[in-house]
């Protein structure tokens, strides 16, 4: 009997895990759009991104996320536009505002969604030799617009801080004899998809 009863628990639990479970929700998302700087004033089309997320439940969740941005300028010292290259990985957490401050449910016609984290930068210029590698912090916020079931479309803001950064967003360095760095701030204002692979009921 008491064998039976530790079984019926144990099965209980199990169920109860793998319902918890059928929340959980793998996503992947893509994302084309304007990036810049405000300092000097540089502002392109040229944001490519892209995310796998994972959703705890339809409030909070994580991504990682890629993006590539390029930024050139007219540099005085050369007859073409030049600049420099980021490429970026990093780990955000996610929180789904709508849901959590409001009834609204995460498969809803409009969400609003905030993200913020950290990863890994790397840097090139256009003509100057060698790498930067940099710690970088991103947060922003998304709308997000639901299409069909499991399909959305998104807008997205972010602010990207790229800590300890050598390389002037002309492709010089930031320094001439002593090394020095400076805090990189850029934005992105993109659109794209997101596509959840399944839906909460």
């Known amino acids: 009997m008491k064998k039976k009863l530790t079984l019926s628990w144990q099965l209980c639990c199990a169920l109860f895990i793998l319902h918890q479970k059928s929340y959980s929700q793998i996503g992947i998302e893509a994302n084309y759009g ?6 000097p004033s540089i502002n392109d089309l040229s944001h490519l991104g892209g995310a796998i997320s994972y959703d705890f439940d339809e409030t909070y969740g994580m991504k990682i996320d890629f993006a590539s941005d390029k930024f050139r300028t007219k540099n005085p010292l050369f007859t073409e536009e030049t600049g420099i290259d980021v490429t970026r990985i990093s780990l955000q957490g996610t929180m789904n505002i709508s849901t959590a401050f409001t009834r609204a449910r995460s498969y809803d016609f409009f969400n609003l969604i905030a993200h913020a984290g950290a990863g890994y930068s790397l840097v090139k210029s256009s003509y100057n030799s060698g790498n930067d590698n940099l710690v970088n912090v991103v947060m922003g916020l998304t709308p997000r617009f639901k299409i069909t079931d499991g399909l959305y479309f998104a807008v997205d803001t972010s602010v990207i801080f790229n800590i300890s950064q050598h390389y002037n967003f002309d492709g010089s360095f930031s320094y001439t004899e002593a090394v020095n ?16 692979f399944n839906e909460y009921y």
């Open 34 to 39: 304007l990036n810049g700087v405000f300092e």
């Open 181 to 196: 760095s400076f805090t990189g701030i850029t934005y992105n204002v993109t659109g794209g998809i997101i596509y959840k």
